[in-house]
């Protein structure tokens, strides 16, 4: 399937094309967005098992891990369009690749 083929099924969404996505070239920014927002749903989610803590600090830590995994994931749909051209362009222009048998 060729890298592209996300473009043209806007309207269908499947687990393959959502699939296709993630393991698709992340930008730069993203990729940190990703780190920071881990961070803050792992740390978020280490203080809800505290006990002891005011209440205001559990609601704090529940948004922190809503925030985190609703913001990695959206990171992780992010493409970088133009990454992705440029690996199809290299690879379409790349010779054949040939398998030798040695006896």
Sequence with gaps: MNNLSLL????KITIRSL??????PMPVFW???????LTIGGASG???VMT???HFVYTLATHGVAIGGI???LSMLSVDWEKMQSNADAAATAP???TTVTP
């Design 52 to 54: 002891g803590l005011p």
């Design 8 to 11: 043209a099924n806007r309207d």
């Design 71 to 73: 913001g990695s994931i």
């Design 31 to 37: 990729k940190k967005m990703l780190a920071i927002l």
């Design 46 to 48: 280490s203080v809800l």
């Design 96 to 98: 054949p690749a040939t």
């Design 19 to 24: 699939w296709q996505r993630i393991k698709a």
